[in-house]
């Protein structure tokens, strides 16, 4: 029985009394510096886009690359970085790709043309795809599971979100006053000083005998994954009847239904089949797809509310996510303390109708009400998150927690890229912004109780 199959409310006095010692909190500090400094990474360069085509001579057709080109190489790779650093070495690998990543920063903020600065682009997405799964591993292996893997998580989950809105927030703010370039400058620093004393404090983890690459797995999954995202982005700039984005749709389910047959014929297969049976893998991951995509695409829809609805600046409707940003805070502090007296699928399905409710409310809200809801949305949807992550990595051994958090990751991925164009989908189906805002808004609530319904169904036991 897993910590995941326990009775919900059996806690016993060792349980609650785990603490973590001075080492466990070094590397906590190590990794949870570098996972924010990736999720101030995912929206810094939201604010400064247009900036940046002006000053590199982007097309507006062209501007969206540089953020679909990241994307393409971040989901495209997490699952096999993820792999990889199994095999090899996750440390290794996680202080590699930070290497890569300051110096991909450092080449973006030189830019002096499109070209170098979708290069530094492809490889800054490269390399968060190998950090992110190999930071998450070195986090899950460093904490049994439990109350400290909780609490970890739950930390990570909240400084992962401030790092989302500090980006916004930050993004603008050094562009206004300093320069676009800035936005990638500043993760410069930050990765030198985690190189400079995460060897110290991070352990290695490789298994003893290294089972050769799945390659045939690594290239069915990895060119499914890449042609999902850019038939899922082509489908949100041109639309859902676009050529190319239903030609890259096709090719991605026919390369993600073909990889578990891939998987049983690999002698070391890069996912077993027996990890993609396990219904903490499946319906955990699912879950945690619906988490991203909804509120992620929320946010995008409230972003349309406030400015061409009830008139705000794109600034003062940035600053008024920062409630969001605060109730995921929240949210993150809190999943351990309930997690620790409920199960992972009490907390998916709280945070789940927690979001659901909040988001029903945002259907046509005043100012103060969006607030007020968007705070709460983001309590439930960063509780459904933290428990998707615990639910998803549970019960697998330390050895497989690369490829564990590697699909975990993959999944906020899917989900970050996935939402906003399903939303702009529903959005267009009606002539009015604001009829388009409510439906777009109704769906949303209704992917987030459809979440809710599968792992009510499909976690009672495994």
């Known amino acids: 029985m897993t910590a995941l199959d326990a009775p919900p409310v059996t806690v016993t006095s060792a349980r609650m009394d785990a603490r973590m010692d001075g080492r466990m909190r070094l590397v906590l500090v190590v990794l949870l510096v570098a996972q924010f400094m990736l999720a101030v ?143 990638f400058f500043v993760n410069v620093p930050v990765a030198a000083a985690v190189l400079l004393v995460a060897p110290a404090v991070l352990k290695e983890s490789r298994p003893a005998d290294r089972p050769r690459l799945d390659v045939p797995g690594a290239i069915t999954v990895t060119g499914g994954l890449l042609a999902l995202v850019y038939g899922l982005t082509a489908a949100g700039e041109h639309g859902w009847t676009d050529p190319a984005a239903l030609a890259a749709l096709a090719a991605a389910a026919v390369l993600l239904t073909a990889f578990p047959l891939v998987e049983r014929r690999a002698a070391a297969p890069l996912v077993p089949v027996r990890v993609l049976k396990r219904r903490t893998v499946v319906w955990g991951n699912l879950a945690g797809l619906v988490a991203f995509a909804t509120e992620t695409s929320l946010v995008f829809l409230m972003t349309l509310h406030l400015q ?76 459904a998150i933290v428990a998707f992550m615990v639910t998803a990595t549970s019960g697998l051994p330390d050895a497989e927690q690369g490829m564990a958090t590697g699909i975990a990751t993959m999944t906020q991925q899917i989900g970050i890229t996935l939402g906003t164009p399903v939303m702009s989908a529903v959005l267009v189906t009606t002539t009015a912004l604001p009829d388009g805002i409510s439906r777009a808004v109704l769906v949303n609530a209704g992917l987030v109780l459809a979440g809710v319904l599968t792992s009510a169904l499909f976690l009672r036991r495994w």
């Open 308 to 383: 061409d609805v009830l008139g705000f600046s794109a600034l003062a409707a940035g600053l008024s996510f920062g409630v969001l940003g605060a109730g995921t805070v929240l949210g993150g502090l809190l999943a351990p303390r309930f997690l620790g007296r409920f199960s992972p699928r009490t907390a998916l399905i709280a945070g789940g109708l927690l979001q659901a409710a909040a988001t029903l409310v945002l259907v046509d809200p005043s100012y103060g009400l969006l607030l007020a809801a968007t705070f709460a949305g983001g309590v439930g949807n960063m509780l």
């Open 41 to 183: 990474d995912f929206s810094i360069l939201n604010v400064a886009l247009p900036v940046i085509g002006e000053g590199l001579g982007f097309s507006l057709g062209g501007l969206q690359w540089i953020a679909t080109s990241f994307a393409l190489a971040a989901a495209g790779f997490t699952l096999l970085f993820g792999r990889i650093a199994d095999l090899v070495g996750r440390r290794r690998i996680f202080l590699g790709g930070l290497a890569v990543l300051g110096a991909a920063s450092l080449a973006g903020g030189l830019a002096t043309g499109p070209e170098l600065l979708m290069a530094a682009r492809v490889v800054h997405g490269l390399a968060t795809a190998a950090v992110t799964p190999a930071g998450l591993s070195l986090l899950t292996s460093a904490f049994p599971e439990g109350p400290l893997r909780d609490r970890a998580l739950g930390l990570n989950g909240a400084l992962m979100s401030a790092g989302f809105t500090t980006g916004a927030v930050l993004g603008g703010v050094l562009t206004d006053l300093l320069s676009w370039r800035w936005a």
